[in-house]
């Protein structure tokens, strides 16, 4: 069975300083990792996906992820925080057909 | 640009009543969801559907049937709604395919409230 951990439920950082999100997963199979924002009353958008071609992986808005497969973790992570950048994110693993997703990060930004 | 399209942004219904969901696609993708999601739940997948007629139950089907008549269309019922179904619903759609990672892509949800 496979799981996503969240470790954060909030997270709060000061425009332009740096974001960490922080996801581990555990899965059966060489996963699909995936992480995607959601602004309020807004829908899912893809932010970056890894696909097992390289483990650091570029998306859009500036944000980055590494896939660590010794430490099962895929954290997300941007050098400089934008007032824009406040939202939900999710971390899903899939696998086998299955899409499982994180409980969700709230990301603060304060000027 | 995929465009995942519900039929409605806020839904407010009584409890007992019947409720349908509509979610349309445009990109031709097999691949249909419905997810509800709910403050610190997460997204939790309800049902999904690989084809036209057919459906599989996700991880709470329960008080849930679905409906997909034609491959652009995916419908979510609440055959008599309760209020513990008050929740924001989301639908997507991927594609699949050798070499495809089947991203979803995401409708913009539709808030139901029961009362």
């Known amino acids: 069975a496979q799981s996503v951990t969240q470790l954060d439920s909030h997270v709060s950082v000061s425009e332009g300083t740096p974001v960490l999100l922080r996801c581990n997963y555990s899965s059966s199979y060489s996963p699909s990792l995936f992480w995607y924002v959601q602004h309020p009353n807004k829908g899912l958008q893809l932010l970056l996906k890894?696909?097992?071609?390289?483990?650091l992986v570029k998306g859009i808005n500036g944000f980055e992820a590494e896939f660590k497969k010794s430490e099962t973790s895929f954290h997300l992570t941007k050098p400089s925080a934008h007032m824009s950048d406040a939202a939900e994110y999710f971390c899903v693993v899939r696998d086998a057909g299955k899409s499982t997703f994180g409980d969700g990060t709230t990301l603060t930004v304060k000027p | 640009d995929v465009k995942v399209t519900q039929s409605s942004r806020y839904l407010v219904k009584r409890t007992g009543e019947k409720v349908f969901l509509e979610c349309v696609q445009d990109m031709d993708h097999e691949n249909m969801f419905w997810y509800r999601q709910d403050p610190g739940l997460g997204l939790r997948l309800i049902y999904f559907s690989y084809d036209v007629k057919m459906k599989e139950k996700g991880d709470i089907p329960e008080g849930y049937s679905v409906s997909r008549e034609k491959k652009e269309r995916f419908s979510l019922i609440l055959e008599s709604a309760s209020t513990n179904q008050t929740s924001m619903y989301l639908c997507a759609s991927s594609v699949t395919g050798t070499g495809y990672v089947d991203e979803q892509y995401f409708g913009p949800g539709t808030r139901l409230t029961v009362t």
């Open positions: 890894y696909t097992s071609a390289a483990t």
